[in-house]
């Protein structure tokens, strides 16, 4: 059995999950998301407490069925209180504002790069820190990897965009001297 699939996920109150036709479907008070159940997976709700069960003992049944049990608690979560994630862009010149409905950036290349956000996704800046945030988990962290991407962290200087709290090692240059 599966140690995280057969954990029940609490509902809190405010939040409505509804299974139809193999789609789960869950309403909050920040929006709604839905997603497909994976084939050989049911869905039991018994009061405010969500199981997840399997229909059989397949290897791929067994695999998906953690998965599915995750990403519907990410989902409430993200319907309840959200997710967000925080990036820093460190270097000199190195800026970021908002413009329309994206970011603009000043990376040390000869152009500014643009970045258009999807729906469902929110940026705000302060100084040179970037907060994404939204209620879909995989958007969220996808729309951070691919700003990181623009300018990834260098380890020399440490130039780039990181994620906060990302720590980055530091190589000596050329000249082998220790840097601290």
Known sequence: ???IGKLPIKIPNGVVVSVDSGQVTVNGPK???SRELLPGLSITQEGELLTVARDSEEQQTRAKHGLMRTLIANMVQGVTEGFSKTLEVVGVGFKVALSG??????????????YNLPTGVLASVEQNTVVISGIDKQAVGQVAAEIRALRKPEPYKGKGIKYAGERILRKSGKSGKEKA
């Open 1 to 3: 059995m599966s140690r």
């Open 101 to 114: 409905g994206g970011l603009k950036f000043n990376l040390g290349y000869s152009h500014e790069v643009i």
């Open 31 to 33: 929006g709604n998301l």
